[in-house]
């Protein structure tokens, strides 16, 4: 059992698209991600959304042209997704058993995206898997990008996998670090409890 059905019960869905829908209200921007990623591939490329929840970041990259494809465990956040985008192709999957032709789509990926602290809320030592997963959808030259949490302050779990630890699965899975940020604003990254990473397969 993953981490985050432990945490949510597989039931927040509807709580957690309220949650964001009260943010945007309020003005501010919720859109980080998918202005991280726009900014790495150009528009027409073809994104994952790993742990993509009620589709917040695929839908955003959708509107600016990108072709994408999401995937999550929790069939209420895809329950959500599918309600606000429903043209959108949303599948429930275990990231740890992600083969895109058993859902009938196409691999090569341009980049995939996981947000949301997915990592760390994965089933523990479920990890490598996932990345060795996620980077085989690649298409050489494409892009991992993950930003989670790395402490107390940053997760809504205890801590679990590490930067170096992260990094040694991604490097198993034959990706490269290209840079590492301190948010999805691409602030440098200064070793505080969160980070953005892109990898290149």
């Known amino acids: ?70 995937v999550d465990v929790d069939a209420s956040m895809l329950a959500v997704a599918r309600e606000q985008a429903p043209q959108l192709p949303w599948f429930q999957g275990d990231l740890a058993a992600f083969e895109p032709r058993r859902l009938g789509i196409a691999g090569d990926f341009d980049l995939v995206v996981a947000a949301g602290n997915v990592f760390p809320l994965l089933a523990a030592g479920t990890e490598a898997t996932v990345v060795e997963r996620l980077a085989a959808a690649l298409r050489p030259g494409g892009l991992l990008v993950a930003g989670f949490g790395l402490d107390e302050a940053h997760l809504p779990v205890p801590p679990g996998i590490t930067l170096p630890e992260y990094d040694d699965c991604c490097a198993a899975a034959g990706l490269t670090l290209v840079d590492r940020f301190a948010t999805w604003d691409a602030d440098p990254y200064d070793g505080d409890g969160y980070a953005v990473s892109v990898h290149r397969r």
């Open 1 to 70: 059992m993953s981490r985050w059905h432990e945490l949510t019960g597989g039931t927040s869905g509807r709580e957690y698209a309220a949650r964001f829908a009260a943010v945007a209200r309020s003005g501010k921007d919720v859109h980080g991600e998918a202005r991280f990623c726009a900014a790495l591939v150009p528009a027409g490329a073809r994104v994952l959304d790993a742990g993509c929840g009620t589709g917040r970041v695929m839908i955003r990259l959708a509107e600016l042209g990108y072709d994408c494809v999401g």
